[in-house]
């Protein structure tokens, strides 16, 4: 029973180590040639993470591990970089890259803030000239007389002189 049990653990051992071991290189063999580190750098890891996929540090990743084998493949290839990226793109989609391409919709949306703060900056200039253009406005009453003016100065310099 003893041998047994022993051969067990002897046999989970060894297959662990053969998978840490098959782990271990996947990563190491990616992140070997200058080739693999620049098409790495332009695409993200889509386990959620938000990083670089040759920057992804989860432990047990089974997306980045999956990514870096098909970039070792993909590297291997010597295809252009942009065309081993859009390789990705096909498989992942768009998410995979760190930046959303600037064609259509996605080049409106990055404009459309600076196309919002010039407009409000305008709206605010002209209102700004509108009110400075606008004649002061005199509050409207009965004419008064220079004789019941008169008459009134006098009185108020004979209050304020004691």
């Given amino acids: 029973m003893k041998a047994a049990t022993r051969l067990l653990a002897a046999t989970l051992a060894a ?10 290189s996947v990563q190491v063999s990616a992140q070997q040639s200058d080739r693999v580190k620049e098409i790495g750098n332009r695409l993200m890891c889509v386990c959620g993470c938000n990083q670089v996929l040759l920057r992804c540090n989860h432990v047990g990743c089974t997306a980045s591990t999956a990514m870096l084998k098909k970039l070792d493949q993909v590297a291997a290839r010597n295809e252009s970089v942009d065309l081993s990226v859009q390789d990705f793109v096909q498989e992942y989609g768009p998410v995979v890259l760190p930046e959303p391409p600037r064609k259509g919709f996605n080049r409106l949306a990055i404009l459309i803030p600076g196309i919002a703060f010039v407009a409000g900056l305008a709206i605010v200039l002209l209102v700004i000239a509108l009110w400075r253009r606008r004649a002061p406005q005199v509050a409207a009453g009965p004419e008064v007389s220079p004789e019941l003016l008169a008459r009134v100065r006098q009185q108020a310099d004979r209050e304020t002189e004691d």
Avoid: I, K
Avoid at 15 to 24: E, H, I, R, Y
């Fill in 15 to 24: 297959a662990f180590a053969v998978g840490l071991s098959f782990f271990v």
